[in-house]
């Protein structure tokens, strides 16, 4: 039997309705028992048993190992069987206690390292189990890294292309491998000597060879496979070339009810979206484009394509190279596909705009990032006008129907609060703002600032209030989408 915790915050107006949704999915699926409260009290006891099961099984077991593999949520439970068939049949128990929601796996192995034959017992059901991970399309480590338990399991994820990649972080700013050697790579050695070589590889490792060279469509150039183009329903992940427009994007998952709600085009392609810049408005919510992008199959200068990430939505398996070669300028190559992180559509897309002051609207925004609401909202930007003193205030979200007016009800208020004037509330749009010509990143607090100043009747800018980024189009070429004669219709 499976305790399944789950928690939904926001807004109490909504959050009620939510929670019931959740309750009645549960109880359909054959729950023996369903309970929630908003009581903190009753929550802090609901959450008991998660928070207390580390320390329960070091009372019940002389010694644990805890796993940490991240799966695609459609194999949790052949992963979970196979965690259960692999210790019965070593006669350990293990106990799963772990993240449903994002396929993070935490099986715990007990054993009595004072047994003979128990401590390689345990290591040889984590060879396999990693290697089963690996194969369903998962990684290593989803949030406790690998340290030295997993570095002789890396080349399942790494191979020498990646690897050299991965090895050139450490060596940029620890080039003889002093601090932590032997973590992460078991060929990070320290030779002691300024002249030694720092990287324990072979001298084949360090010289690139045309013979590695293949077809985008099988295998990369360290042997390991690239990442297939694919659409998973169950995931809400998809794999599809650099290339894909926004509108080709749309007929993959629309369907099936999914939504990728960073585009900023419908016309060009995702990758000359993410090298325009690293955020959408989109970006309040579900965090920058990077955040989005679980794994790449990327072409290096002289040819050779590797796979940078995988298929999953949460990794620590390695090095984050996504930002640093995204946004490179190609000197260090160039996307060929992109795995995806996909998102519910929830019914209907709505657009709310107001107008003011920019003071008044600096006020609301201030609110609104203030409160649980922020976290149900897709977009919070403001569109200054030229010179500064007046502005438009661009809210928008994702919800089911019947949800809708609560809404519109709360941001009416909140506008009405500060003096804004309501213009109009857009149903079933999606805001693209087209590509901006330029981005400046600051800090939400100071992000007003900056952009007063950079304020000009050359430019419109777009204020992304949450990440506190500005995005400039130039005036007389591509606008920002201020009201219907930019906004597409889906």
């Not at 007990?110 to 998962?138: C, H, N, T, Y």
């Not at 390991?224 to 993959?252: I, K, M």
């Amino acid at each position: 039997a499976f305790l399944i915790v789950t928690e939904i915050d926001g807004p109490a107006v909504l959050v009620d309705a939510r929670a019931k949704a959740v309750a009645d999915v549960l109880n359909s699926s054959g729950a023996m028992d369903v309970q929630y409260s908003d009581d903190d009290g009753v929550r802090r006891g609901l959450w008991k048993a998660r928070k207390v099961a580390g320390g329960l099984m070091g009372q019940i077991s002389p010694d644990f190992l805890v796993q940490d593999a991240v799966i695609p949520k459609r194999a949790l439970a052949e992963v979970l069987q196979l965690v259960y068939d692999e210790a019965d049949a070593a006669g350990l128990p293990a106990v799963n206690v772990f993240h449903a929601g994002d396929g993070n796996l935490h099986p715990n192995f007990l054993f009595d390292s004072g047994k003979p034959g128990e401590i390689e017992k345990v290591e040889a059901i984590s060879k396999r189990l990693m290697q089963r991970v690996v194969e369903v399309g998962g990684t290593l480590s989803g949030e406790h890294g690998i340290g030295n338990d997993k570095t002789a399991y890396m080349p399942m994820v790494f191979g020498q292309d990646t690897l050299r990649l991965q090895l050139a972080v450490p060596k940029i700013f620890n080039p003889h491998h002093q601090l932590n050697p032997l973590k992460v790579f078991s060929n990070r050695r320290f030779e002691g000597s300024v002249h030694g070589r720092a990287y324990g590889g072979s001298e084949s490792d360090n010289h690139h060879s045309n013979d590695h060279r293949v077809s985008p469509s099988s295998k990369s150039g360290t042997g390991l496979p690239l990442l297939p183009h694919y659409f998973d329903e169950v995931d809400g992940t998809c794999c599809v070339p650099a290339t894909t427009t926004g509108s080709e994007l749309r007929t993959v998952y629309v369907p099936y009810a999914f939504r990728f709600p960073l585009l900023l085009n419908e016309h060009t392609s995702l990758a000359e979206q993410v090298a325009s810049t690293g955020f959408s408005p989109a970006s309040s919510r579900f965090g920058p484009w990077c955040d989005n992008i679980m794994g790449m199959n990327w072409r290096l200068p002289e040819g050779r394509i590797v796979r940078i990430g995988e298929r999953v939505v949460k990794s620590t398996t390695g090095y984050d190279l996504f930002r640093f070669l995204l946004h490179t300028d190609g000197r260090f190559g160039t996307p060929l596909d992109f795995a995806l992180r996909l998102r519910p559509d929830c019914g209907v897309r709505q657009a709310f705009v107001a107008d003011g002051v920019m003071s008044r609207i600096q006020e609301t925004v201030r609110e609104i990032l203030g409160v649980s609401w922020m976290h149900w909202l897709d977009s919070i930007d403001v569109l200054p006008s030229p010179g500064f003193r007046q502005g438009r205030l661009r809210v928008t979200f994702n919800c089911p129907a019947e949800e809708c007016a609560v809404y519109e009800s709360w941001l009416n208020q909140v506008c009405g609060r500060h003096q804004l004037t309501v213009m109009k509330t857009l149903a079933g749009v999606s805001i693209h703002d087209g590509l901006p010509d330029f981005v400046v990143k600051t800090s939400p607090e100071s992000v007003f600032e900056l952009a007063g100043r950079l304020s000009t009747e050359h430019y419109s800018l777009v204020i992304l209030a949450y990440n506190g980024v500005i995005h400039g189009y130039q005036t007389g070429g591509r606008k920002p989408a201020e009201c219907s004669s930019k906004i597409v219709r889906m």
